[in-house]
């Protein structure tokens, strides 16, 4: 009965326009409550004592492609719950958006016409400002220091502040292979060649606050509507894991990929809080547990497909550049100073965490 539930109390560090972006979720859910009141109680009356054991199935979606490294992570992550739990949950995966875009699932997870989503922390932003950490740029020195960081005890202060200011419940810290890179329609060696650039970001602050920074200037797009923007001319350049661009055949309008790894990032299994504290016992700690098998065994699968993936593009004609990280990194270190105050006080233990 997902739909039936109310979202937490606003926190502290909710961004002020939330309100409106989930009014109309909040009255679509108000009003299912009203209709479905009278089934969930008949429903209550029904259920047998021991209703871990019913089979349960539960829906996954995210808006890449079947090819993908995310699909193939979340495919596991299937089933592996199902492995867990004798086949007592199975989880069916949409790929490409085929439930809607994640912030459309976002919403579908409150309703309950979702129950899981597979994004990253930074798509939660809309929905509380301490997400903007997965966001802020070249806040990992390389990849050991970033997993590091998300095997530390950080991790989970991260999730319950996040749960308690948001609603959602994350599991699982899905390393996206190594770090985002630019993709460009003609060459970018130096932040002189980003003047002007019409590049495609996710729709997160964090994001368009850094390019605007950078000098480029971003414009907020759906994953699936990129490749149709670069080919037409309507955007110049978009930046994500290589896996993305060659996965989602990016690298086909846009053959100049600038090595930036101006963030490290994860995917989570996102729900709704509410709906998965209602899970019985052992389907909860089933789905941490495949979670964080998943993560693991994909951390080597994304780092060992990431050269992979390097190769194939300059095969394919790319041509990768380098560039001087310290000059970039002092354009946008006042963004830090920006954040909110929590999200500063982790950017200190992140920096602690960087090996010498």
Request: charged content about 25%; some cysteine; overall charge negative.
């Amino acid at each position: 009965m997902a739909a039936t539930k109310s979202p937490p109390m606003k926190g502290s560090h909710m961004s002020t326009h939330r309100t409106t972006r989930r009014a109309g979720a909040l009255i679509a859910a108000t009003t299912a409550a009203a209709l479905l009141v009278g089934c969930a109680a008949a429903a209550d009356g029904d259920k047998d004592a021991n209703a871990s054991a019913e089979s349960t199935t539960l829906s996954l979606g995210h808006a890449y492609s079947p090819e993908s490294l995310e699909h193939r992570g979340a495919v596991a992550f299937a089933e592996r719950v199902a492995e867990l739990t004798d086949d007592a949950v199975t989880i069916q995966v949409y790929p490409s958006a085929q439930l809607g875009s994640w912030e459309e699932m976002q919403e579908g997870l409150e309703l309950g016409s979702v129950d899981i989503v597979f994004e990253s922390l930074g798509s939660l932003e809309r929905y509380t400002s301490l997400a903007s950490i997965e966001g802020l740029p070249f806040l990992y020195n390389d990849f050991d220091h970033f997993v590091a960081v998300w095997e530390s005890d950080l991790k989970e202060e991260i999730f319950e502040e996040v749960r308690a200011d948001s609603g959602f419940q994350l599991l699982g810290a899905f390393p996206r292979g190594g770090g985002r890179q630019l993709a460009s329609i003609r060459p970018v060696e130096s932040l002189s060649d980003l003047e002007g650039l019409k590049i495609r970001v996710p729709g997160q602050d964090a994001y368009i606050e850094t390019w605007q920074a950078l000098g480029a200037s971003p414009t907020p797009l759906a994953l699936n509507e990129v490749f149709s923007a670069l080919e037409q001319g309507a955007i110049e350049a978009t930046e994500a894991p290589v896996s993305v661009l060659r996965s989602s055949s990016f690298y086909e309008v846009a053959q100049h990929i600038t090595v930036t790894n101006h963030l490290f990032g994860n995917q989570h299994f996102q729900f709704w809080g509410d709906s998965y504290d209602a899970l019985p016992d052992d389907t909860r700690a089933a789905l941490v547990q495949a979670a964080d098998d998943v993560s693991l065994e994909f951390r080597t699968v994304g780092l060992e497909e990431d050269e992979d993936n390097r190769t194939f593009l300059e095969e394919s004609g790319v041509t990768f550049y380098e560039i001087d990280v310290d000059e970039w990194r002092a354009r946008v270190e006042h963004l830090t100073e920006q954040a909110d105050p929590s999200v500063q006080g982790w950017v200190e233990q992140i920096s602690g965490m960087a090996s010498e």
